[in-house]
């Protein structure tokens, strides 16, 4: 079982930068694949990125790379998510959740893979 809580939300200009944080309880946090995902208002939750137990490896959407940076650090139980170069299109509220095993390429983009989830953050970006 872990509990996951997210912080670091706000409302930015276009361009500016924002860093989320998401803190886990639980002694096994190093154990999971860790993922943000989003969800404007009347679309479904979408995948962002995620990073495998050791932060070795690190996946991203499409819309994302280039501009968002995730990371964890295992002795603080938190994971995190670096956004730079934000765009209105970026607000959402964001999400913070964990799965158990591996990280697959296809499945694991779909919320439907994580067990557990935060209570989300808002994101907005004005033009």
């Known amino acids: 079982q872990v509990q996951l809580v997210e912080s670091g939300g706000g409302l930015v200009q276009a361009g500016d930068s924002l860093r989320l944080s998401c803190a886990a309880s639980?002694?096994?946090?190093?154990?999971?694949?860790m993922g943000w995902f989003r969800q404007a208002p009347g679309k479904e939750r979408e995948f962002v990125a995620a990073?495998?137990?050791?932060?070795?490896?690190?996946y991203y959407a499409d819309s994302v790379k280039g501009r968002f940076t995730i990371s964890r650090d295992n002795a603080k139980n938190t994971v995190y998510l670096q956004m730079n170069s934000l765009k209105p299109e970026d607000t959402a509220a964001y999400y913070c959740a964990a799965k158990t095993g591996p990280f697959y390429s296809g499945s694991s983009r779909s919320s439907s893979a994580y067990n557990y989830w935060g209570q989300g953050t808002q994101v907005t970006v004005s033009s």
């Open positions: 639980g002694r096994t946090f190093s154990s999971y694949v």
């Open positions: 990073i495998i137990w050791n932060g070795g490896s690190t």
